[in-house]
């Protein structure tokens, strides 16, 4: 019996398939791919990195707290070996245009605070809790305290919209740079927040009244009063913090001005300072 044709070409196809696949090949090396391409943006579209000069007592980890990079990231474009960082050292942060406050410390300075709403009744913030600035020494003794004047910040301009941490250190900035003072002018900042920051040291002259700051203890509310007076409880830490001055230094009722008493100014504005007038008079 014959071999049915069909089936003889089969076997001989499949044969020939299975010689052809073991066959070497003459493209024996590794794939190639040809190489990919970055995707780039023209250089009028690029962003240059941000740069940070480190100041004392910052660390990769805070950095990367308030740059919203990692610390990997900051290390990998600064070529750093090592987490070792000195004040000075300038880092670059690729794709950031503003390093905000450091949570972890806002945290911690909340926790801080919580138990300083002392007899007082306001919580202080200290200078050190919120810059790292010394006061430099272009300053004068106050040589005791005789009066205090009543502040507000709406003289400041570019305040819409930020912190009272962030006003405070930009007014801060002002002061030292643009004018050239030994700190920040006030000695003490009431936030909207109801808390009392530490502008300067109440033994050394403020810089707040042009002729008057001898004596003087500079008190500034964070907001413009022109129109409104600031809300109850802020209004109450004025209160409160005026009350807690005078028992200190012996300052009687009447020797506390709103700016414009003692100087051309719209300074405190026309609300805050009806009230400080008010107050002044013992009718608050």
């Avoid at 007899?119 to 005791?144: C, D, E, F």
């Avoid at 507000?152 to 919209?161: I, R, Y």
């Avoid at 009447?254 to 300072?273: A, K």
Wanted: hydrophobic share 35%.
């Amino acid at each position: 019996m014959r071999a049915d044709p069909t089936r003889r070409q089969i076997l001989f196809a499949g044969a020939g398939l299975l010689i052809a696949g073991c066959a070497p090949r003459r493209d024996t090396g590794p794939l190639r791919l040809p190489p990919s391409r970055p995707i780039s943006r023209p250089a009028s579209e690029m962003d240059p990195p941000l740069r940070y000069v480190i100041r004392k007592g910052d660390t990769l980890s805070s950095i990367s707290r308030r740059s919203g990079l990692s610390v990997a990231a900051i290390a990998d474009a600064n070529r750093l070996h090592n987490s070792l960082i000195k004040p000075g050292q300038v880092l670059l942060l690729p794709g950031v245009e503003i390093l905000n406050d450091d949570p972890l410390a806002e945290r911690l300075l909340r926790a801080e605070n919580d138990h300083r709403v002392s007899a007082r009744g306001y919580a202080l913030i200290p200078r050190r809790a919120w810059t790292r600035n010394r006061v430099r020494s272009n300053h004068r003794a106050m040589n005791g305290v005789k009066r205090i004047t009543v502040h507000h910040t709406g003289e400041h301009k570019g305040m819409v919209g930020k912190s009272d941490r962030q006003i405070v250190k930009a007014i801060e900035n002002y002061h030292r740079n643009g004018r050239k003072w030994s700190a920040i002018g006030y000695h003490y900042l009431i936030g909207r927040d109801h808390r009392v920051y530490e502008g300067r040291p109440t033994h050394i002259q403020g810089a707040h009244v042009s002729g008057h700051n001898a004596h003087n203890i500079g008190v500034s509310m964070i907001g413009d009063f022109e129109l409104e007076l600031p809300d109850r409880q802020q209004l109450g830490v004025l209160e409160r913090l005026l009350d807690d001055l005078r028992r200190r230094y012996g300052v009687p009722r009447d020797q506390v001005y709103g700016h414009r008493d003692l100087n051309p100014s719209v300074c405190p504005g026309q609300r805050l300072h009806a009230w400080v007038r008010s107050y002044r008079a013992g009718a608050v």
